[in-house]
């Protein structure tokens, strides 16, 4: 029988440096520091002796951090064989933000103990220490007490030495996750016994009287309960008791956040993900939510941040070469393995490039390594699994995967004759991640993949497009993997590599009309060095390395597809594509960064330097942003940089593009500033100006020397020229309330105009997604344990449109062809949505089930999308996006 | 790629559409095909570049004829363009040196290619700046619009025939490409050879008549598509009525019946049924018959 206790966390001593980060001076050198209090919530009994601590001369505005997430070592179960026991005292160095970043064992007892003390301290959270009332880092001394206790916890008093008595024991799970209970107060009344659960939710008496006792346990959050149970003389009684979360603390949950170095990060959590109404708990569709994120409409999936320029999505600091399923209703990773997301508007670091809009970066969690979890899931569109848990003492692994099943629904849906589906629209997708962690290493193996899908067949094609008809095919898939291995070579030197794969294809094909096949191979290289030079100095140097062997074959009959700012094209076209070449790109960029802390002045001056093969062009881009907190809470930020990106594949393609284009280039330039009102409630005002240079765009005229004739009256349409230019600028607002217990949700507005120039005379348009006004409401309250409401409001001004002025018969194909006005002269109605969204939670002993009504478009706003037209272009009538759509949702975990 | 990805992400969200005049209800003047007779020419490079060998086959004449709804007071232009820009960019000519309007008008127009370049021979002075050298081709010179920066010249050129045609004031435009090869080998192709439209059941208002394509079969040419794959044409035939309906407006290969649902106008005394017969695919062949129904 094991019988173990840990003891609880004591804070012992604050030994403290204000205004000077990690790598400070060594606790023993400080004198050491008040006592803290410990945490209200911890249990207090039986703890280990608290050492005595002699009060340092602390100096004037001086506030000690103090405990807001106490987290209890586990006691190994290898030290129960050895019966170690020990204290164990741990030198925390906790940030700005209260969060651990360093841990290191002062007073060893035991490896075994160490190591348990250690991974409880990394997820201790504090309120940070304050000098003069601002936020600073400190190193603490953290005691872990480990005792062994061989057999009973509470022995009841013997009231007659005659009286037969037993053992009670038991253990306290919550109700649904089946997780250990620790700290809650377990009480025989009429015994005048008590004892506290330990970190695995364990209690035990004994020597208790033969007979019936009541047993009562107490806690804040879980509720009261009595239960009676009979001891046997000589025996031991094991009972066991899952207690359901009645009630709500007042504590934030903390999210690990991360110390900000960028002007503008802003960081969706899991939890945000999973109940934001309107996305169906997808991950990238909440993205849309935030400030400087353009809203697409329905279906569409780009990524539009600050007016424009692509923007990468990456997985672990790898992109993804396809981060939505079809119709932008899910992204290609599974949401419940991502820890957050951070989004980057503009202005990002050095290490991120080769976009000029903005970056979204994906961070996976670590696998869970207690027990087995995992959850089977379904909606509307897909059904997915999930499985996670331990491997080996150091190791995790998560296994995801996700179908949609239009494909079945449609099987035996009724269809028009003339229009049969082989396979409907159908996604795939899954992860395979395992993690490994021992001292200063970790190890993280990823493999993904992806795969949409479209097949049907056209048997009468519409009366005013005969040529479409025959087999329609489309599809996206890709596979790969990447492995990432963390080394802590000591307190101030940490490298990373990540490597890798991706195999990604294409195939599209329009009857016999048209069939296009991209095939691409791409191995990705990042090296990051990080190291701290000095007190508040850090450097950052890295290498980002992809290479791409491409294959891209096009034919048939059409136009290339229309650029930003351009209407029409299309399939059936007289108009002839012909490409069929093989490319090998190896584009490799290094890039440096300092973050230089000066007393409360963060500055991080950075540079990248990216060459691109294929197109035999090289760029050094400076970058440098500055965060300045004015008082405690209060930070003015401001930065700027260069950004280049290069042509996109398709448009430096022989026969089709120009092999002769450069990289676009942007500034981005913005200012802003962060407050804190409480810990849960923050404002941060951005605004921003961009301006791109060197656009790619299309050529109308053969003026230019450098216009391949071959694509320009070959067929395919005038070819590119980089000789656009355009500019953004704006304010965001973002006043946002963080994942509590029982309440979040933001209001995001974002000010803006974005234009462009298409060629050299030409006048100012507006860009495509260039949306005045776009107001974000999100809210999302727990009424209860067991019941949520949340709501998304958005009021979006509508995206520019280009008026169809006219058309030409096209004889050749018997189609007509539209003839554009002015480029964005016209802007669609303001849009507007509600949606609604309820969750239902029902807890069972060993699982919970959660189910959801995701209602969008409440109201059933009657929102344009374009118009519709007649053959010949002459009548119109508006085009709107989805009505009122409820969705459904199921998700049992364990 | 990601525009792409765009693109096919509309691929399923296909919805009903509003309820417009049919495609095939031919109720107001418009353009229902351009015929080109021949659909393409085939002319020896030698001929532009002076460096003839031998016997050389001159180009024939191409005989064009707009079909239509009847109409009056219609003014006809017809325009000839060597180089054209694409459906994006409205098919506007790349300079007016390269555009000259035929001696034409009505509906018919013919064009002598031979005689059109030699028009703008004359007219254009020099070479679009960007449009290259004119470098060598197997030995020989390009003409200037034909050649290409990296020495070689355009294979096949589009000759576009544009119809500007309307009432004045209301003026619609059609386009028709012809191509030439330059490839004195190529065997040209030929329109299809549609010889009337067969009428079945009695004609009366309100009711059902059924229409069928009489179309020679021996007119469908075999074909090297682009991706080099030998293929029969596949014949389509675009259906067309000034009133009633048809059921479908579009058959395709050995499907040459459709029907019409005749109008219940007691005003109208016939109804005019056309048949544009494709031969389909990439080809640009076409021919159409006429036929008019009295209404009983």
């Keep these: ?894 | 790629m990601r525009r792409l990805a765009l693109i096919i992400g509309f691929v399923g969200l296909v919805g009903c559409g509003p309820e417009f005049d049919p495609f095939h209800l031919a109720n107001k003047f418009r353009i229902l095909t351009i015929k080109t007779e021949p659909p393409e020419l085939v002319l020896d490079p030698g001929l532009l570049t002076g460096e003839i060998t031998g016997p050389v086959t001159l180009p024939p004449p191409v005989e064009m004829t707009a079909l239509h709804p009847p109409a009056d007071g219609i003014r006809w232009r017809w325009d000839v363009c060597l180089l054209s820009l694409d459906s994006l960019n409205g098919f506007q000519c790349v300079t007016p040196e390269l555009e000259v309007t035929l001696p034409s008008t009505d509906d018919t127009a013919t064009l002598d290619l031979l005689q059109v370049l030699t028009a703008i021979a004359g007219d254009f002075g020099g070479i679009p700046d960007g449009m290259g050298g004119a470098d060598a081709m197997d030995g020989a010179a390009c003409p200037p619009f034909l050649a290409l920066p990296d020495g070689s010249c355009l294979g096949r050129l589009d000759v576009q025939v544009k119809v500007t045609a309307g009432p004045p004031g209301e003026e619609i435009v059609a386009v028709r490409k012809v191509p030439v090869y330059f490839d004195a080998e190529r065997e040209p192709n030929r329109n299809p050879d549609v010889t009337g439209i067969t009428v079945t059941g009695d004609p009366v208002r309100g009711g059902e008549i059924t229409l069928t394509a009489e179309l020679d079969d021996a007119s469908l040419e075999t074909f090297v598509n682009l991706s080099g794959d030998t293929r029969t044409e596949r014949p389509v035939m675009s259906w067309f009525t000034t009133a009633g309906e048809l059921q479908p407006g579009a058959t395709f290969d050995d499907d040459r019946d459709t029907t019409l649902v005749l109008p219940t106008d007691e005003t109208l005394d016939t109804v005019e049924v056309y048949v544009v017969v494709r031969d389909g695919d990439e080809r640009r062949g076409i021919d159409f018959e006429t036929v008019s129904i009295t209404l009983e």
């Excluded at chain 1, 040529?467 to 095919?473: E, K, Q, S, T, W």
């Excluded at chain 1, 059409?558 to 594509?577: I, K």
């Design chain 1, 1 to 894: 029988m094991r019988n173990r206790r840990t003891s609880l966390a004591l804070l012992v001593g604050a030994l403290f440096t204000p205004g000077v980060g990690w790598g400070q001076t060594p606790a023993e050198e400080a004198p050491p520091a008040e006592e803290a209090p410990p945490a209200e919530e911890a249990p207090p009994a039986e703890e280990a002796p608290a050492e005595e601590a002699v009060a340092p001369a602390l100096p004037d505005g001086f506030e000690p951090p103090r405990l807001l997430q106490e987290v209890q070592a586990a006691y190994p179960p290898e030290a129960q064989a050895e019966k170690l026991a020990g204290d164990v005292v741990l030198q925390l160095t906790v940030d700005e933000e209260g969060a651990v970043s360093e841990a290191a064992v002062v007073q060893s007892a035991h490896p075994l103990l160490d190591q348990a003390a250690l991974e409880a301290g990394f997820q201790l959270v504090f309120e940070p220490a304050k000098m003069n009332g601002e936020p600073v880092p400190v190193q603490l001394n953290y005691r872990y007490g480990f005792t062994y206790v061989e057999e009973k916890v509470e022995v009841a008093a013997p009231v007659d030495e005659e009286q037969p008595t037993g053992t009670l024991e038991g253990r306290l799970y919550e109700r649904g996750s089946v997780d250990p209970l620790p700290g809650v107060r377990v009480i025989l009344r009429e015994l005048e016994l008590e004892t506290f659960s330990d970190a695995e939710g364990r209690f035990r008496f004994e020597a208790v009287p033969a007979g019936p006792v009541i047993i009562a346990i107490e806690d804040d959050v879980y509720g009261d309960l009595e239960d009676e149970e009979v001891i046997q003389a000589g025996e031991a009684v094991e009972v066991t008791y899952r207690l359901e979360k009645e009630s709500f603390g007042d504590r934030i949950q903390v999210f690990g956040k991360r110390p900000k170095k960028e002007v503008v990060r802003r960081t969706i959590t899991v939890e945000e993900i999973r109940t934001i109404p309107g996305t169906n708990g997808d991950a990238l569709g909440v993205v849309q939510n935030l400030p400087g994120v353009a809203r697409t409409p329905f279906g569409q999936t780009d990524l539009i941040l600050r007016g424009g320029g692509n923007t990468q999505a990456f997985l672990n600091q790898q992109p993804i070469p396809i981060p939505f399923h079809f119709g932008g209703v899910r992204s290609t990773v599974a949401s419940a393995l991502i820890e957050s997301i951070d989004v980057y508007p503009g202005n990002f670091d050095p290490e991120y490039g080769r976009v000029s809009g903005g970056i979204v970066d994906i961070r996976l969690r670590e696998p869970r390594t207690d027990r087995l979890h995992g959850y089977v899931e379904a909606d509307f569109f897909d059904a997915g699994v999930l499985v996670e848990g331990p491997v080996g003492d150091n190791g995790g692994f998560a296994i995801a995967l996700r179908r949609s099943y239009f494909d079945v629904l449609l099987a035996n849906a009724p269809l028009p004759s003339s229009f049969s589906i082989t396979t409907a629209p159908r996604w795939y997708d899954g992860q395979i991640l395992y993690e490994y962690k021992k001292g200063g290493h970790r190890l993280r193996a990823l493999a993904y993949g992806s795969s949409d899908q479209f097949e049907s067949i056209i048997e009468e094609p519409p009366e005013q497009n005969t040529l479409i008809r025959g087999d329609a095919v489309a599809k996206l898939e890709w596979v790969g993997g990447q492995v990432e291995h963390t080394w802590d070579l000591d307190e101030t030197v940490q490298h990373t590599l990540n490597v890798a794969y991706l195999l990604s294809g294409i195939e599209f094909g329009v009857g016999e009309i048209f069939r296009l096949d991209f095939l691409f191979h791409e191995l990705y290289i990042r090296d990051t060095l990080r190291a701290t030079l000095d007190d508040g100095l850090d450097l950052r140097l890295g290498m980002d390395v992809v290479n791409r062997w491409a294959s891209i074959g096009a034919l048939g009959a059409a136009t290339g597809p229309p650029r930003e700012g351009e209407t029409g094209g299309g399939f059936g076209s007289d108009e002839t594509v012909s490409i069929d070449y093989d490319d090998f790109e190896a584009n490799c960029a290094l890039f440096g960064a300092l973050e230089w802390k000066l007393g409360p002045v963060l500055l991080v001056p950075g540079v990248r330097f990216d060459v691109f093969s294929t197109i035999d062009d090289y760029r050094l881009q400076p970058r440098f942003s500055a965060r300045w907190e004015v008082t405690e809470g209060t930070v003015v930020k401001a930065g700027v940089g260069r950004y280049v990106e290069p042509p996109e594949g398709q448009d430096t393609a022989p026969g089709f593009g120009n092999p002769n284009l450069v990289a676009e280039d942007s500034l981005h330039y913005s200012v802003g500033f962060e407050q804190d009102f409480t810990d849960a409630i923050n404002l941060d005002v951005s605004v921003y100006y961009k301006t791109f240079d060197e656009l790619v765009t299309r050529a109308q005229s053969i003026d230019a020397a450098s216009v391949d004739p071959s694509a320009a009256f070959g067929g395919t349409g005038p070819s590119l020229l980089n000789q656009g230019e355009g500019r953004a600028y704006g304010l965001e607002f973002l006043l946002r309330h963080d994942f509590s217990d029982r309440v979040f949700g933001w209001i995001s507005y974002t000010l803006q105009r974005s234009e462009r120039r298409d060629r050299p005379g030409e006048d100012w348009r507006l860009f495509d997604f260039d949306q005045t006004h776009n107001l974000v409401l999100i809210g999302q309250y727990k009424l209860t344990p067991k019941w949520s409401l949340g709501f998304r409001f958005r009021v979006v001004s509508g995206n520019p449109d280009t008026p169809i002025v006219d058309a030409v018969f096209d004889a050749n194909t018997g189609t007509y062809v539209s003839i554009a006005g002015e480029a964005n002269s016209t802007r669609q109605p303001t849009f507007n949505q509600l949606d609604i969204r309820v969750d239902r939670e029902w807890v069972f002993d060993t699982w919970r089930l959660i189910g959801y009504l995701d209602l969008r478009n409440a109201l059933n706003a009657a929102n344009a999308a374009g118009f519709q037209y007649n053959y010949d272009y002459t009548q119109r009538t508006r085009a709107f996006e989805i009505p009122i759509f409820p969705s459904f949702g199921l998700r049992g975990e364990f």
